[in-house]
Structure formats: C-alpha cells, structure tokens
C-alpha cells in the first residue's frame, strides 16, 4: 500500500515555473514508476509524464515535452514535476499516482493510490 500526498502547487503568469512534489508513505514506493496525470474543469484526466522505478527513464505526453520533467528521490520517498514555461492551457489539478502495471504506462487505469491533488492555476 502507498499513501501520496501532492504539494507545490499554486497560482503564476505565464511563463512561470513551478515544481510539484508528491510524497509517498509506504516501503513498496520505489517498486512502481510514478506518473503524474492532470484534470482540468469539464475535461478528462490526462496524461502527464511518468519516471521509471529507479528514476532513469521518463516518459512524457507530447503538450509538455520539452517543458516538464519528472524525477525521483527513493530516499526521500518523493517524486517531483518540474514545469517551466507555464501556459494557461496547463491549468488543472495535478495528481500523482503509482504504476502498478509496471510498463510506464499513460493510460490512467493502469494506476492506483491516487493522491488528492494539488491546484495549479496559470493566468495569461
């Protein structure tokens, strides 16, 4: 069982950089890869990007690539999201969730102990 927690997000400008933490209690983090997914009002969750077990290998949606990037900290229990160069299209709340199919999946059925979920709101 993992227990995630997000945080970091907030309110800026276009442009912008944020970054995003998700903490996880629990020994079996380091046993999933981690993915982030967004949801916006009236919209589906979506995709953001995931890091492989040992934080080597990413994988992103083609919206943030080149903007997003996802790491790891096993130690700390703790993945990250860092976005820069904000847009008002991101705006959503950001959750992060544990992979259990093992594959970096993107599909969001693939993932399980979601956390609740941090606001992160771009303004033009």
């Known amino acids: 069982q993992v227990q995630l927690v997000e945080s970091g997000g907030g309110l800026v400008q276009a442009g912008d950089s944020l970054r995003l933490s998700c903490a996880a209690s629990?020994?079996?983090?380091?046993?999933?890869?981690m993915g982030w997914f967004r949801q916006a009002p009236g919209k589906e969750r979506e995709f953001v990007g995931v890091?492989?077990?040992?934080?080597?290998?990413?994988r992103y949606d083609d919206s943030v690539k080149g903007r997003f990037s996802i790491s790891r900290d096993n130690t700390k229990n703790t993945v990250y999201l860092q976005m820069n160069s904000l847009k008002p299209e991101d705006t959503a709340v950001y959750y992060c969730?544990?992979?259990?199919?093992?594959?970096?999946?993107?599909?969001?059925?693939?993932?399980?102990?979601w956390g609740q979920g941090t606001q992160v709101t771009v303004s033009s």
């Open positions: 969730a544990a992979d259990r199919s093992l594959s970096m999946s993107n599909n969001y059925g693939n993932y399980a102990y």
């Open positions: 629990g020994r079996t983090f380091s046993s999933y890869p």
């Open positions: 890091v492989s077990r040992s934080g080597v290998g990413t």
